[in-house]
Structures are given as structure tokens and as C-alpha cells.
């Protein structure tokens, strides 16, 4: 497997079934890529950290998982300027919604593409072509 280029932050360890989609993606494609379950509102401190140190450790490319409030991807594309795809998760009452309108709705100078609510294939897809993959 080629070097771990892709970063999939999730906020929850519970969400890695939700981003099994963009494993299988990122393997058929023999990307590397780690999985690391960090929260923005329960680990704010080791979150900054990992996006202050993503493009150090060979990253290129984030994807980070969120559900609700779905702060992650905001709060990692602010601190870093590696390219961040938000995957929306389908998770509470409004069954993603809410997570779409947090990613897209970043303020400017905070940018993060952002998929469909729970395509994590997508988000994977859209890593690769950020890849040039």
C-alpha cells in the first residue's frame, strides 16, 4: 500500500461503521490512509494537534467524520491548510441534516468540501481526485 496520505478523523469511535465506505474506497485505490477517533468538543486539545501536525506526518488529504453539531471538519480546516472533505453523518433526530448545514455552512476563510449526508464513498472519491488520483 502506497504512503498513508489520507487522514479520516472521526469524533467517535462508534462512527467507524459510518466510514467503512471511503476504507473500501481508499483500498481498492491502494491508498494509505489512518483512521483516528478524535472529538473536537470532548478532545479539543489532541484534535488541534493532529491538524497542526497532519501535513508533518505525511498527510495530504483529511477527512473528517461528523454528526450533530459536526464541528470537527471546521475546527481541523481551521487549523490546518491541508485540503478537508466534511463527511456529514446520519446520526440524531434530524438524521444528518444538521451535519450537512454545519459543513457547508463554514464562515469564509475556513474552507472544507463537504459530501452528501453519510456517502463516505464520496468523500473517499473526492480525496483521490484531490490526489490527482
Known sequence: MADKLVLILAGSE???DRVLGAFAVLD?????????VSS??????RT??????ARSSGYRVIIAAAGLAAALPGA??????LPVVGL?????PLRGVDAL????????????GTVGIG????????ALRILGR
Open 76 to 81: 481541523v480546516a481551521a487549523l490546518t491548510d
Open 48 to 53: 488541534a494537534e493532529i491538524a497542526k501536525g
Open 14 to 16: 462508534s462512527d467507524r
Open 101 to 112: 448545514y454545519a459543513i457547508a455552512q463554514l464562515p469564509p476563510g475556513c474552507p472544507v
Open 28 to 36: 481498492e485505490a491502494g491508498m494509505g490512509y489512518d483512521f483516528v
Open 88 to 92: 456529514p453523518l446520519d446520526v440524531g
Open 119 to 126: 456517502n463516505a464513498k464520496n468523500a473517499a472519491l473526492l
Open 40 to 45: 473536537a468538543h470532548r478532545d479539543a486539545e
